[in-house]
């Protein structure tokens, strides 16, 4: 396996020529001069395993006759005709071509070799490990439709398409359209609605299809071969979730879903978890479960195809004009995913799971450097604009949106989303088009609401006090700019036995006065209980004292999610004690709910951006976590899904090597587990991390299970054990080796630095601030972002590589991307150095 990960020559560190990013004045200009009629695509699909063929035919107008520019990224342009006259090939530079002498109406002809992409952008080609298969799929997201066909590449200048595709005779292709086999190895889709140029795809490739029906909506699934049989298992339920989605937004939006079929195609080593193109969403393929799910794995798979199927009306049928407001498609199609799940499918407790994750992904982002408001970023280029879109653009206007659903009323809401949709149908709109539709329906003045939840940056937070028999309400005001932003939130006060007494306020003043009947002393107040807004809940000394005995006494989940989304805020800020955090788990997560668990163990073992397991440095903690874990384990019912959870948080947490060798020979495995390749996996990649198990025992597994997954798990195996050759080599790999799938490289650079090697891989924490950011000159887009995110030193914790980090960051040429993920990765540190100075003390007397 390690010549995957040892590959790098000369030519594959040769630097990029990359495009330019199209700044925002640029895309007006052009955007009040072109006007795009129609896209003729022609792709070939059959010329080798590294190039496509490429042939372009676009109609468009020129409404003033001024010199524009087309955008295509070749790896060989081989001819070019603007209406009679031949264009040099060599005129295209940096991505683009200058197109001068333009008339009213134009034809533009692009004839190109275009390269597969292996970075899950452009168009992406994936061999499977296990079959040989080649599978292609089309990621056109923002800047790559230039890498697959030549376009006008920004979001309003939407047009019809009619692709044609040659690919080998016994493939299936999939598209925007329909497509009909017109004869062997050719296929022809259908025209499709006017789109953006970033929802333009293809699915190519021998993938397994089941096919169903629903409302004259011919629906279909599909995925590579080697999961056919794990789709098959899923494919009621899927289809189960898609019809029930369809139905209900159909009743909410009153709109039909308007670009005729509905394909789901769950494709190899995608970036993203899903992409909404119309009439054929893009997935992961870890989507398709090959291993045991838990119930949360299922509810975030129904999750996300509720999600997509939200864009379908917002954001594609309607699209944002810049991608300044792409935040709105994601907010809106996430707060309406979550919407839609927990009303009309069987899994109800996806707002519990927003709450621990999706929120706390987005809390992390917020309390940042590099925090900005909701909306109106006035970001320069498409580069900075889609720099700013992370946990804020998806959590916290899923917060907002939740907020003015409850201020303006769900019918007044609904029918303002309705007006816009069909007011900009097929066309493009700004926010301030949609804070009209909703000022209109509702009487209300929408916009001083957006100003101050969209317009600006940061948490508030909210404390609770007793004064004269009241729960007072205290809020902070997070923001850089003072504002002052309506909460509306549920505050309950809970006596000693976990009973709650509730009032719905709205909290608008700094100071806000909520009358009970009776507030218990040995009790707990607790504003947003129903965790409705979008602040930090801030409890007192004696209250969090009081936390790990009341938890699980209180009945209502949300409740309990907000509570230990407090702990969590609390860690973070260095006000609650690691300590604290520790007690609750120990007391009261044993009676909790399977997510409760799965997510509060998870933070403290999984390598998440704000990870918990990094504020737990005691030389008992580890210990005592595991120690939970094992009693889940021992409490929990043979082959359920709290036992699952539990077998897995043990794997991540446990140091003793024992255990793991007898469950891997199966000797000491607990009745009920099922031994699948990703148990074996997990077990092996945690011993490899010990040093217990080497190259020969990882061999040996690849054998057992040659799938593609298995090769990635191979990889995180290699990158993790304590060898310095080895960590040699992959370091080579990692920052080197332009060769790597984006997969690939992702197994890699998470698995590097486990928190066992300190001390081998500190050598590679100065070379992490030197090496990692010049790969942006070998590698573009998303794959450099994850990349330095995922490799980031973060068990590093110590001020040594804070100077370094921050040395990095004084750097005036790093990529805007790498800035970016170093930076934020670097206040997550600075949190945590925050909180061991703060305790350390104390925990190291206790």
Not at 132 to 154: G, H, N
Not at 227 to 255: N, P, S
Request: hydrophobic share 40%; charged share 25%.
């Amino acid at each position: 396996m390690l010549s995957t990960v040892a590959r790098g020559s000369r030519a594959s560190t040769t630097k990029l020529r990359l495009m330019r990013s199209l700044t925002v004045g640029e895309a007006h200009t052009r955007g009040q001069s072109i006007q795009v009629t129609s896209y003729d695509v022609d792709l070939d699909l059959t010329r080798g395993s590294k190039h496509f063929g490429s042939r372009t035919v676009i109609d468009f107008r020129s409404l003033d006759r001024q010199d524009s520019f087309v955008d295509v990224q070749a790896h060989e342009v081989d001819t070019i005709r603007l209406n009679e006259r031949s264009l040099d090939p060599a005129d295209v530079v940096d991505g683009r071509l200058r197109l001068v002498g333009l008339e009213d109406d134009n034809i533009l002809t692009v004839e190109a070799l275009m390269s597969y992409s292996h970075d899950g952008e452009g168009l992406h080609r994936a061999v499977d490990a296990e079959d040989k298969q080649a599978y292609v799929y089309a990621m056109s997201f923002l800047p790559a439709a230039p890498r697959i066909f030549a376009c006008f590449d920004q979001p309003d200048l939407k047009a019809p398409y009619r692709v044609s595709v040659a690919a080998p005779e016994d493939w299936v292709v999939l598209g925007n359209g329909r497509a009909d086999r017109t004869s062997p190895g050719h296929w022809t889709l259908a025209e499709t609605r006017p789109l953006s140029t970033y929802f333009a795809t293809l699915v190519a490739g021998p993938y397994h299809s089941v096919t169903s029906e629903h409302d004259g909506i011919t629906l279909g699934l599909h995925c590579r071969q080697s999961l056919a049989a794990h789709l098959d298992k899923d494919a009621d339920e899927l289809f189960e979730v898609t019809r029930q989605c369809f139905d209900e937004y159909h009743r909410l939006f009153g709109i039909r879903y308007p670009f005729g079929d509905y394909h789901q195609a769950f494709v190899p080593e995608f970036n993203a978890g899903a992409m909404e193109n119309p009439g054929c969403v893009t997935f992961s393929d870890d989507l398709v479960f090959k291993a045991q799910a838990t119930d949360s794995f299922r509810a975030n798979r129904a999750n996300i195809v509720a999600h997509e199927m939200a864009h379908q009306w917002f954001g594609d049928l309607v699209t944002m004009r810049w991608w300044d407001d792409l935040w709105l498609n994601e907010s809106f199609a996430e707060y309406m995913g979550y919407r839609v799940t927990h009303d009309v499918t069987r899994f109800k407790d996806v707002w519990v799971e927003y709450a621990f994750e999706t929120k706390a992904w987005g809390m992390a982002a917020d309390q940042r450097s590099s925090t900005h408001p909701i909306a109106g970023n006035g970001a320069a280029d498409a580069q900075q604009a889609l720099t700013d879109f992370d946990g804020i653009s998806y959590s916290k206007g899923t917060a907002a949106l939740r907020q003015l659903n409850t201020y303006l009323g769900d019918e007044a809401f609904l029918a303002g989303v309705i007006d816009h949709l069909r007011r900009h149908a097929y066309g493009n709109a700004t926010l301030a088009d949609l804070l009209t539709s909703w000022e209109q329906s509702s009487g209300k003045d929408v916009r001083a609401w957006a100003a101050a939840w969209l317009r600006t940056s940061g948490v508030d937070t909210l404390s609770c006090e007793v004064r004269d028999g009241a729960a007072v309400i205290q809020r902070v005001n997070g923001s850089p700019v003072e504002v002052a932003r309506p909460h509306a939130l549920t505050v309950t006060a809970y006596d000693a036995e976990g009973q709650g007494e509730a009032r719905e306020v709205v909290i608008t003043d700094a100071t806000t006065r909520v009358p009970f009947e009776r507030i218990a002393a040995a009790g707990l107040l607790l504003p947003d209980s129903g965790d409705e807004t979008w602040a930090k809940i801030s409890l007192d000394a004696a209250s969090l004292q009081r936390v790990p005995t009341l938890l699980p006494r209180i009945r209502e989940p949300l409740a309990r999610a907000a509570i230990w989304g407090a702990l969590r805020e609390g860690l973070f800020d260095a006000t609650v004690s690691p300590e604290l955090y520790l007690r609750a788990i120990e007391e009261a997560l044993p009676l909790d709910s399977d997510l409760t668990a799965e997510s509060v163990l998870g933070g403290a073992f999984k390598g998440a951006i704000a990870e918990l397991g990094r504020y737990f440095t005691a030389p008992d903690d580890r210990r005592r976590l595991a120690a939970v874990a094992s009693g889940l384990v021992d409490q929990a019912a043979p082959g359920s899904n709290r036992q699952l959870i539990a077998v897995r948080a043990l794997i991540g947490l446990t140091n003793e090597p024992d255990l793991l060798h007898g469950w891997l020979s199966g000797a000491t495995t607990p009745a009920g587990v099922v031994t699948d390749e990703n148990f074996r996996w997990r077990l092996t990649k945690a011993l490899c991390s010990m040093g217990e198990l080497g190259p020969d025992e990882v061999a040996a597994e690849t054998q057992r299970d040659p799938s593609s997954q298995g090769a990635l798990h191979a990889l995180q195996c290699r990158a993790a054990m304590p060898d310095a050759k080895t960590k040699a080599d992959v370091w080579e790999a990692i920052t080197t080796d332009a060769g790597l799938s984006n997969y690939e490289l992702y197994a890699l650079a998470q698995s590097f630095f486990p928190r066992e090697q300190v001390e081998l891989t500190a050598p590679y924490t100065g070379r992490y601030f030197t090496d990692v950011p010049l790969t942006a000159q070998i590698r573009t887009g998303w794959i450099v972002e994850r990349n330095a995110i995922l490799g980031y030193p973060r068990y590093a914790v110590d001020e040594s590589t804070l100077r370094l980090a921050d040395a990095c960051l004084s750097r005036e040429d790093l990529d805007t991307g790498v800035r970016r993920s170093i930076g934020d990765s670097t206040d997550d540190l600075r949190r945590v150095l925050a909180s061991r100075r703060q305790f350390e003390d104390s925990r190291r007397h206790h």
